[in-house]
């Protein structure tokens, strides 16, 4: 069999069909993050981006394309400067140093240098201090184990645990890049992953919003996240990383006991068996986004908060079930019964500040959380 773009003797097979030898495919590979980055016309030369890293198989091949095409000549070139941040505080103390000193072991080996930053520290302690570059950072007083990151979802259920997970990380990554003062960040994720991310997100109720959790820019925020390996399959990374003998480390920071993990699941089984299925999901991702564009943003996500109107929504119909639901015999509907959110209180509210200062997600999150975690959502609802 033989290589179909050159037509030498081909060795890897790509969705069961593609024959590749080794030279095209990385051509190939190389192609996918360069045409994604060109075509999109967002990045004008010498930009500073902030590449977020994670020590998992998409990173290392991010870094490694990232070095591949700072080095190429001056037509091919990559002319943006890059900054390279991981983040901590999402596990055992034990594993975050593994993962963090194998992620400044792999920016070294590029002469690249890295921030370690702690989620905890940042995030909820509010501190702007970018720690020195390629250092780990000690978390071991009161007040980190108070705002520790893992403690406080362990009191959320596994779905919106991970949903507010990768919220607080996507805020912490625009305030670290704004510390760098870089207008973008560069983000891992393959089309497998937003494969996985849309129909979670469909599912958990973020269907609005797909446009900016899928799709190449999230620009919700004038600082910008990018993915320029969208178009880049699972398959091509373990090709990738065996061809290049890329030291990784194997991470699924998503739990078992939860929707995520089930779709996942889902989408890894159609990776395998229906392999075009993927990619054409991602690809209708890309032609979806919200008809109703608001100035209001949820105080959370930042996403566009739509207000109420005339148009009886999903969420008010099952406000209403409820509050039927628990009517006493003979109880009648009048203005002391009401749903909630129709009458604009929120205390027993189903979906509490929805379209005032959360989207819907978020709301049921601030629910979920027992509406008192301060560490989660203060200074974020009025006093």
């Known amino acids: ?3 179909k773009k050159c037509k030498d003797l081909g060795t890897l097979t790509i969705r ?13 590979v190389n192609h996918k993050f360069r045409a994604c980055i060109g075509k999109n016309k967002i990045l004008s030369s010498n930009q500073k981006v902030l590449v977020c890293l994670t020590g998992g198989q998409s990173s290392t ?5 990232i070095y591949n095409g700072l080095l190429q000549d001056n037509h091919k070139k990559l002319r943006i400067i890059p900054f390279f941040l991981h983040l ?12 963090a000193e194998l992620v400044i072991n792999q920016c070294k080996s590029y002469k690249f240098n890295v921030y370690i930053v702690n989620i905890s520290k940042f995030y909820f302690q509010k501190s702007n201090t970018l720690p020195d570059i390629n250092s780990l950072a000690e978390t071991n007083t009161e007040q980190d184990l108070k705002t520790n990151l ?13 949903d507010i997970e990768t919220k607080i990380k996507h805020d912490t990554f625009r305030r670290v890049a704004k510390e760098c003062q870089c ?9 497998t992953t937003l494969a996985v991310n849309l129909l979670s997100n469909l599912a ?8 900016y959790d899928i799709g190449f820019s999230d620009s919700r925020d004038e600082i910008k996240i990018l993915r320029p390996m969208k178009d880049i399959t699972v398959e091509e990374l373990h090709h990738y990383i065996q061809i290049k003998n890329l030291t990784h480390i194997s991470i699924d920071k998503i739990q078992d006991n939860n929707l995520q993990s089930v779709i996942k699941q889902f989408v890894w089984d159609l990776q395998e068996n229906f392999p075009a299925t993927v990619s054409t999901v991602c690809k209708t991702a890309d032609k979806i986004g919200s008809i109703d564009k608001s100035d209001k943003r949820c105080q959370f996500c930042k996403s566009a908060v739509v207000p109420n109107n005339e148009k009886l929504t999903a969420i008010e119909a099952t406000n209403f079930s409820r509050t039927v639901s628990n009517f006493h015999l003979g109880q009648y509907l009048n203005e002391e019964t009401r749903p909630k959110e129709l009458t604009n209180e929120h205390d027993g509210s189903m979906f509490p500040f929805i379209n005032e200062y959360f989207c819907y997600c978020c709301s049921k999150n601030y629910l979920e959380s ?14």
Do not use: W
């Open 88 to 99: 901590t505080g999402f596990g055992e103390k034990e594993t975050d140093h593994k993962v």
């Open 16 to 28: 069961k069909e593609h024959l590749y030898c080794v030279k095209c495919f990385m051509i190939s």
């Open 370 to 383: 027992g509406n008192q975690n301060n560490n989660l959502f203060k200074d974020m609802l009025p006093v």
């Open 1 to 3: 069999m033989y290589c």
């Open 183 to 191: 207008n973008f960040i560069f983000t891992a994720e393959t089309t």
């Open 204 to 211: 958990i109720g973020r269907g609005s919003q797909v446009e």
């Open 61 to 65: 091949v991010l870094l490694d394309l």
């Open 150 to 162: 893992k403690n406080i979802l362990k009191k959320v259920n596994p779905t919106s645990s991970n």
